[in-house]
């Protein structure tokens, strides 16, 4: 085999086309983009007989960042981790057993969640007598509490995003975003619109930059390396 060139030898990039991204354990194919920031608190210490700080306190550090889906038929984000249809597989939160929704109670049959877009009569009126009934009586800790799955996004339990890339040559990395907890989430839509775009904004634990993984076993014997 023939012996590599220096220009064989170069660095490795990776475009947006090369990525893909796993959310917890599901790889979501309607991620468009996503951004993520580092933040820390460092302040300037001074003394008397100097105009110029002496040293900087460091402080609190915060992660954010933002993310943007294409609008399909279903909420792009939910529809992967909160599909109420593959529940088994879904994340769930402890909610207080008053506050869930009438069709995300277990065994609540699917056709309320779909008549509730009926005005004045039909399963509208579940949601009205759902919202006016008492309180749960509490007899034990968490005995007014149960699992559910998540109807916002807010509600989603913390969960990790992996980036994995690997490009034409066969060079590959990865990084990990740890511990995201969904902030904000929006969606808009005009007449102006091509696609439709839902964004989420994010707070995280931890941010594990971008590492290599080498090159991948296949391509190492076509690139003699």
Excluded at 21 to 43: C, D, H, W
Excluded at 168 to 176: C, F, H, P, S, V
Aim: glycine share 8%; aromatic share 8%.
């Amino acid at each position: 085999m023939a012996e590599p060139s220096v220009f064989t030898r170069s660095y490795n990039s990776f475009g947006g086309t090369d990525i893909k991204a796993t959310f917890g354990n599901r790889v979501i194919g309607t991620l468009q983009g996503i951004s993520y920031a580092i933040n820390r608190e460092k302040a300037p210490i001074y003394t008397m007989g100097s105009a110029d700080p002496r040293a900087y306190g460091r402080g609190k550090r915060a992660i954010g960042g933002s993310m943007i889906f294409i609008q399909f038929d279903s909420e792009p984000l939910m529809h992967e981790l909160a599909n109420r249809a593959d529940e088994t597989n879904a994340l769930h939160f402890l909610s207080d057993i008053d506050s869930i929704r009438p069709e995300y109670k277990s065994g609540a049959a699917t056709t309320v969640q779909n008549a509730a877009v009926t005005t004045g009569t039909g399963s509208t009126n579940a949601l009205i007598n759902a919202a006016s009934e008492q309180e749960t009586a509490v007899t034990t800790a968490g005995s007014d509490q149960e699992a559910a799955v998540p109807w916002y996004p807010d509600q989603l339990p913390p969960f990790d995003i992996v980036l994995t890339a690997a490009n034409e040559t066969g060079a590959l990395a990865i990084m990990k975003v740890l511990g995201v907890e969904i902030m904000n989430s929006g969606f808009g839509v005009s007449i102006d619109d091509i696609v439709c775009e839902h964004s989420y904004t994010f707070a995280a634990r931890t941010v594990i930059p971008w590492q290599t993984q080498g090159i991948h076993d296949q391509m190492l014997q076509y690139m003699g390396r």
